[in-house]
Nanobody, 115 residues
Framework: QLRLVESGGGLVQPGGSLRLSCAAS????????MNWYRQAPGKEREWVAS???????NYADSVKGRFTISRDNAKNSIYLQMNSLKPEDTAVYYC?????????WGQGTQVTVSP
């Protein structure tokens, strides 16, 4: 069983930045396909960004050019650098891992963008 733990959320003003982290419990993390998702109040969970192994990245149009996903296999972690944050980025952000048909989720971290 792979355990994922997100951190780094918080309250930030519009235009600000946050860096989310997702730490995985397994040392074979390096070959997992990793994603960030988010879920705003009253809305369905939506995909934000993904990173494969090797490091091919993709982004939702709503965050392209503002968010950057990366991974550090030595630390069993992925990151989401979020710049130029907007109120509509407010959501719980979840880390997701895919491997051999199995899907794993973290518990989420709250990001609030407000003046």
């Amino acid at each position: 069983q792979l355990r994922l733990v997100e951190s780094g959320g918080g309250l930030v003003q519009p235009g600000g930045s946050l860096r989310l982290s997702c730490a995985a419990s397994r040392h074979t993390f390096f070959n997992y396909f990793m994603n960030w998702y988010r879920q705003a109040p009253g809305k369905e969970r939506e995909w934000v960004a993904s990173i494969s192994s090797p490091d091919i990245t993709n982004y939702a149009d709503s965050v392209k050019g503002r968010f950057t996903i990366s991974r550090d296999n030595a630390k069993n972690s992925i990151y989401l650098q979020m710049n130029s944050l907007k109120p509509e980025d407010t959501a719980v952000y979840y880390c997701n891992a895919l491997q051999d048909g199995a899907i794993y989720w973290g518990q989420g971290t709250q990001v609030t963008v407000s003046p």
